[in-house]
Each structure stands twice: as structure tokens, then as C-alpha cells.
């Protein structure tokens, strides 16, 4: 089984990567935060060696893999396809659609309805996570830092901002930080004042 590469990236796109290693073109599907550290990492250092923990998924028909800049990554995606219903795909789609901190801070919380806000992962989907996981990312949970409880009123706004399209993370992020500025906000003016933060990303 192969459980890392390193070689020159010779194409990339938002799923997936041909990785030169030695003179063979190995073909990787990446999360998008993945893509985004190789997008970084060609700015910084064009043309360098880069670094991917890979799994290598097997099926009768099929040899794939999935690469993942940090480790912590690749330990969350083969957390998620051992739930039953979530193959690679739908795990990778995950991992696209938050970061590894909020999505371990959501299992560890039993949030089955920030989950459920992650594109591709309905409300099934979401509680078999919450009751197949919430127990196991324990020891990932333990390094991240203490949230503030949200204010009365300030999930209506994220909701708000997911409707509009913002991915969860995003909008409560950008909830969080508004409240910090102005603990008295009401509802209008709490997503008017997320809005113009989000639209600065």
C-alpha cells in the first residue's frame, strides 16, 4: 500500500493532482484545502518537491488515491469511510467542504445539524457521523481551542449566510468575530456586518 509521495506536481486541479515521483505520474484525488496548501507551496517554491500522506484505496475494479497535505487530514478521511454509507468520494467532498478543526469540532459536539450543512451530507448522513464518530475523534478534539458559546439569535444568522451560500465555517467564523465587535448586535445588523466581512475574504 502506498502511504505517502513526494514528487513534482505536473498538473492540478480542485480534486485531483498527477504527482512526478521518480519518473511515474501518480494520479491522486486531494481535498480542496489540499489543493489550496499546493497552490501555496507553488507560489512560495515553483517547481519544488512537495509532500502528500496518501491512502490507497482497493476494490475489486479499482486502485485509487487519495492524497492529503497533513496527516491530520488522512486520519479524519479514514475515520469518515469506515461509517457506513460514506465511501472515498463522499469523504473527500467532506473534507472539501470544511476545515478538519471545525469538522472534528462538530463530531466531538454531536452537531449533526452544522454537518448536515456540508454540501453532499444530508440529515442521515450527518447523525450516522455524529453517532458513528463523536466518540472516536475524541483524542483530535483535545488540542483545539475552547469556543465561545454563540449569543441568543446568532445561529439564525449563520443559517442566514448558509442559504446565501457561505459553506458553515465561514459563517460562523464570521458571526463569531462581528458578535466580538458588537456583543449588542441584532439580527439585521449582525448580517449585514457578516456580509461585508465575507465579501473582504
Known amino acids: 500500500m502506498i502511504g505517502h509521495l513526494r514528487g513534482r506536481v505536473l498538473r492540478k486541479d480542485p480534486e485531483r493532482v498527477v504527482l512526478d515521483v521518480g519518473g511515474v505520474g501518480y494520479e491522486v484525488w486531494v481535498p480542496v484545502s489540499t489543493y489550496y496548501e499546493l497552490e501555496r507551496a507553488e507560489t512560495e517554491a515553483a517547481g519544488e518537491p512537495v509532500s502528500l500522506h496518501v491512502h490507497t484505496h482497493v476494490r475489486e475494479d479499482v486502485l485509487a488515491l487519495y492524497g492529503f497535505w497533513s496527516e491530520r487530514e488522512k486520519v479524519l478521511f479514514e475515520k469518515l469511510i469506515a461509517v457506513s454509507g460514506i465511501g472515498p468520494r463522499l469523504a473527500r467532498v467532506i473534507l472539501s467542504g470544511m476545515s478538519p478543526d471545525d469538522l472534528v469540532a462538530a463530531l466531538a459536539a454531536k452537531d449533526a445539524k452544522v454537518l448536515a450543512t456540508i454540501p453532499g451530507v444530508g440529515r442521515k448522513t450527518a447523525e450516522r457521523m455524529v453517532l458513528e464518530l463523536s466518540d472516536k475523534v475524541e483524542d483530535l478534539a483535545a488540542g483545539l ?32 468575530q462581528t458578535r466580538r465587535e458588537n456583543p449588542g448586535g441584532e439580527f439585521a445588523e449582525l448580517l449585514r456586518e457578516s456580509l461585508r466581512r465575507l465579501s473582504r475574504v
Not at 449563520?158 to 460562523?172: D, I, P, R, T
Request: proline residues 6%; without cysteine.
Open 145 to 176: 481551542p475552547e469556543r465561545a458559546a454563540a449569543a441568543p439569535g446568532d445561529e439564525d444568522v449563520v443559517s442566514a449566510l448558509v442559504n446565501l451560500g457561505y459553506k458553515a465555517a465561514q459563517a460562523e467564523k464570521a458571526v463569531a
